[in-house]
């Protein structure tokens, strides 16, 4: 893939918006991952080098709530065990996937998700002053996280959803809080991904930096905005996300 000027501000301008559906919902990689491809990228190259990105908007997103104290650190140690292992195995999945059967998975593994946040999208978000659970009382986030973890390392594209269904369905955290801790989930299981993807020489660093930066760029504006957001602003822009993310994956 050859990075010239337009490539490059095209590049940009996708991950600023893929940086903010992805830190206040999920479902931004729907965009940049078909970009990336028609740009000229293998299917499986084009899943590795969108995860510098990802890293990079995940560090950005989460350090930018915890500036505001609205990370609970208690529990991101729980939550990395089911999350880490999770992402191992499809990271390996993804990586010795044949490339002609990589796309297929890819573009199906899209939509799939995105069509179940479009049909059940009150699931992930739970009433107003709702007390959270802990990861240790609740197994059903454990098998959330794994399978959050499992997707992440797979394919990333729409993993947000997951994970806030594990978050704030099951341990019923806010969506502030839980967009946090989704981003500290995201950012452990696309550390492993990436090891395996370089290992492998899976990644294209110069597009992938230049994407990055408008990871972090839309990473930034969204923790602002999720801070002085009403709860039901929040709700109703997740909502708008999903479907935006359906479409993405159903037709780019």
């Not at 993804?94 to 199906?108: D, N």
């Not at 059940?120 to 107003?128: L, Q």
């Not at 009382?137 to 973890?149: E, F, M, R, V, Y």
């Amino acid at each position: 893939m050859e990075v010239t000027v337009v490539s490059s501000a095209i590049l940009i301008t996708l991950g600023i918006v893929a940086g903010i559906i992805n830190t206040l919902a999920g479902g931004g990689s729907n965009l940049t991952l078909p970009a990336l491809m028609v740009m000229g990228m293998p299917a499986d190259i084009a899943n590795a080098s969108n995860r510098v990105g990802i890293f990079l908007q995940s560090l950005t997103g989460a350090l930018g709530f915890r500036q505001y104290n609205r990370l609970e650190t208690g529990e991101i140690l729980p939550m990395m065990i089911p999350t880490l292992a999770g992402g191992l195995a499809g990271a390996v999945t993804a990586s010795y996937s044949p490339e002609w059967a990589l796309k297929p998975m890819l573009l199906g593994a899209m939509v799939t998700m995105s069509l179940i946040m479009v049909l059940r999208p009150a699931m992930i978000v739970p009433p107003e002053g709702t007390v959270p659970l802990k990861v240790a009382d609740s197994p059903k986030s454990w098998i959330g996280l794994t399978i959050a973890g499992f997707y992440g390392g797979f394919v990333q594209a729409g993993v947000g959803f997951i994970l806030l269904a594990a978050v704030c369905g099951v341990l019923r955290y806010d969506l502030v809080r839980g967009n946090a801790l989704k981003l500290v989930c995201t950012l452990a299981f696309t550390v492993v991904a990436l090891v395996v993807f370089i290992a492998r020489d899976q990644v294209a660093w110069i597009p992938a930096l230049v994407l990055s930066i408008g990871y972090i760029i839309g990473a930034h504006l969204s923790v602002k905005f999720a801070i002085k957001a009403k709860p039901d602003t929040l709700k109703k822009l997740l909502l708008v996300m999903t479907v935006c993310g359906c479409f993405a994956a159903l037709f780019f």
